[in-house]
């Protein structure tokens, strides 16, 4: 179980005066306090009873010179061990400054020498007019399989559609007979309309990829 956390009452507080008063400075402010926060004298505040017995608590702490000594080592301790937490979190708080100074720097950094390796990369890659010539090369070779792919589909297509032999060329091909289901058919419709506008996607990319070449080519 975890021990719970003391609670400490500063006495000197309670009777408003400071750590180094005399015991008749702490009389008479007792005395003052006392009279002012009797329950007697405050029969409709339901606080005057706890504030009246926490100065009869710190007047008797303070009043005995034994409990006084012991209170004031208690007070100093609080206050060094408050003065070590200050200056921990000082170096805390310094130390997360340092290392976000440190990663804005790095950060700032790499985009600068990012920034700087792109340029480099750009101002080596000019477009030559062999480039542009390949490119065109690229784009014919690229085009030319792609139509022989979209017939070679259709011609599959074609081939699954049409209707199935009859027992009698059945026997002479002695093949079994190859049925295809209106849901495959349309599957396989569907998947070349695809691969069609596929095409066209790749073939339109292909077109602009090579102008820009030429234009790149153009320009310089």
Do not use: C, W
């Not at 990663?103 to 030559?128: C, D, P």
């Amino acid at each position: 179980k975890m021990e719970q956390q003391e609670v400490f009452v500063d006495f000197y507080a309670v009777l408003g005066v400071t750590q180094i008063a005399t015991q008749n400075e702490i009389n008479k402010a007792y005395k003052k306090l006392a009279l002012k926060h009797h329950p007697d004298r405050n029969p409709d505040d339901p606080t005057a009873k706890d504030r009246f017995q926490a100065l009869g608590v710190a007047y008797s702490a303070l009043n005995n010179s034994v409990v006084r000594e012991q209170f004031d080592a208690k007070v100093r301790a609080k206050q060094k061990r408050k003065e070590r937490s200050d200056n921990i979190s000082a170096e805390r708080r310094k130390f997360r400054e340092e290392l976000h100074a440190r990663e804005a720097h790095a950060q700032g950094a790499h985009k600068k020498a990012r920034t700087a390796s792109s340029h480099t990369a750009t101002a080596t890659t000019h477009t030559t007019p062999d480039d542009a010539v390949q490119d065109l090369d690229r784009l014919r070779e690229e085009t030319a399989q792609m139509k022989q792919k979209e017939a070679a589909r259709l011609a599959k297509l074609r081939t699954m559609t049409s209707p199935a032999p009859s027992p009698q060329q059945q026997q002479q091909q002695q093949q079994p007979p190859t049925h295809t289901t209106p849901i495959s058919t349309a599957a396989m419709y569907i998947t070349t309309l695809e691969d069609h506008e596929s095409l066209e996607h790749q073939t339109l990319a292909l077109m602009a990829r090579a102008a820009h070449s030429l234009q790149q080519f153009a320009s310089a």
